[in-house]
């Protein structure tokens, strides 16, 4: 009983993911995801490099591990550590569930709710194309939806589709964005951003989707780390009275967390933050001054379902909610760590729901169901996923940076 090969894979089926399969001495084998949207090379590389001191461990001793891979790193923290790590978490996790025949969320204290509320992504060019994309989501039974609009003399926003021949979120062509097939090059493209004029439209939007739809969706909204804390404040305060869920990275207080002081004493627009934030005590302030009500990150990078488990849990004192990280680049192994996470914690608050693609879901066999508008893992021993390595083998890994985003006066901005 004893951890005997470790094996990673970088693949591409239609986008780049990063894949670790954990195999026993007794043959059981673990999933874990490492993807990390543009620097997939280097979280395979750290795993390659620390896959050696997992042989012989005990695969059932998982906090151990977890400690010896965090504490024994030296180097400690950042996204390419902590998505390494918690890709062997869990693998072991899904080990643990196969080896006992249970899902893991029984696991980690049984299921806590039927299913998981979950968002999509919706977006519009303008007010008509962002009604059909809404339409979209809502004939699928979602009760949620992310709303993202193009701005006026702005050529590419975050989060609006800019290339007519991808796939929607939920599979239907013409409205995907997610910086895949239409942007793989070695060096990133270059936007630009511009305060004001998304200050100017957004309200508008919600406005005229509030009119449209009514309070009964539950409607949130992506900042993308753009706005300086009083500029988030402000906007906070104008979006009030359309009700949003969330406002999403209002501001990027992954690294000063003091900023959202500013946001909070000006805004019941509640906070969502964190999708790039990568170990629990990053967000120690965040919690403790209720600066937040969401947790935004995703299983695959903050450390696997042990680290995330103790943030949510320290989070649940506070009554802040998860809404974990749910793209297309944290991978089916990542969303299935997600929703097993999310069914099992008191605290969870929603999920975010970008479908993968027909290839993608080729390789990756999930068992994990969306009904009514609720995600739900599956009842299959361990997470619940299946890795088609040959097949993956025929999609191998091509350079696709994020882009970069910069001012109107050509300074360098958060994308
Ligand atoms: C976005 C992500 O889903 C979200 O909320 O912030 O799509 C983000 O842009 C990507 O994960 C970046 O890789
Ligand atoms: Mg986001």
Not at 186 to 210: C, H, I, K, Q, S
Not at 335 to 349: K, R, V
């Amino acid at each position: 009983m004893a951890i005997e090969k470790v094996d990673v894979f970088v693949t591409s089926p239609g986008r780049n993911f990063v894949v670790l399969k954990i195999t026993t001495t007794d043959g059981v084998t673990g999933l874990g995801d490492a993807t990390l949207n543009g620097r997939e090379l280097a979280a395979a590389e750290y795993l390659k490099t620390i896959a050696p001191m997992l042989i012989g461990k005990n695969e059932d001793n998982i906090e151990d591990i977890w400690q010896y891979l965090y504490k024994g790193a030296y180097w400690k923290r950042g996204p390419v550590t902590m998505a390494a790590i918690s890709a062997v978490d869990v693998a072991l996790w899904d080990i643990k569930g196969k080896k006992l025949g249970v899902p893991v969320y029984d696991l980690l204290g049984g299921a806590s709710r039927t299913g998981l509320l979950t968002y999509g992504h919706a977006s519009g060019v303008d007010l008509p194309s962002l009604f059909d994309s809404i339409d979209s989501y809502l004939d699928k039974g979602f009760k949620a939806v992310r709303v993202q609009s193009a701005l006026p003399g702005i050529p590419s926003t975050y989060g609006v589709a800019g290339s007519a021949n991808a796939q929607t979120g939920n599979g239907e062509k013409g409205m995907r964005y997610d910086y895949e097939p239409a942007r793989r090059t070695e060096v990133p493209v270059e936007e630009v951003w511009d305060a004001r004029t998304y200050m100017n439209t957004l309200p508008g939007v919600f406005e005229a989707v509030r009119n449209k739809y009514g309070n009964g969706i539950a409607l949130l909204h992506d900042c993308h780390h753009r706005l300086s804390p009083i500029q988030a404040a402000r906007f906070g305060k104008m979006i009030e009275p359309y009700d949003l869920f969330w406002m999403e990275d209002c501001t990027p207080a992954e690294e000063n967390q003091e900023m959202l002081r500013v946001v909070r004493e000006h805004t019941t627009t509640p906070i969502a933050i964190g999708e790039i934030i990568n170990s629990a005590t990053d967000y120690l302030t965040l919690i403790k001054e209720q600066l937040l009500d969401y947790v935004r990150s995703a299983v695959t990078h903050t450390g696997g379902i042990t680290h995330m488990k103790k943030l949510m849990d320290y989070a649940s004192f506070y009554d802040i909610k998860s809404g974990f990280h749910g793209p297309t680049d944290v991978s089916p192994v990542g969303m299935a760590a997600n929703l097993h996470l999310g069914l099992a914690i008191p605290n969870f608050g929603i999920q975010e729901y970008m479908r993968h693609s027909d290839e993608t879901l080729e390789v990756f066999h999930t068992s994990y169901t969306f009904t009514d508008g609720m995600l739900h893992p599956g009842n299959k021993p361990g997470i619940g996923v299946e890795f088609d390595e040959k097949l993956a083998a025929k999609f191998p890994y091509q350079p696709a940076p994020l882009p970069v985003d910069r001012l109107l006066d050509g300074t360098v901005h958060e994308w």
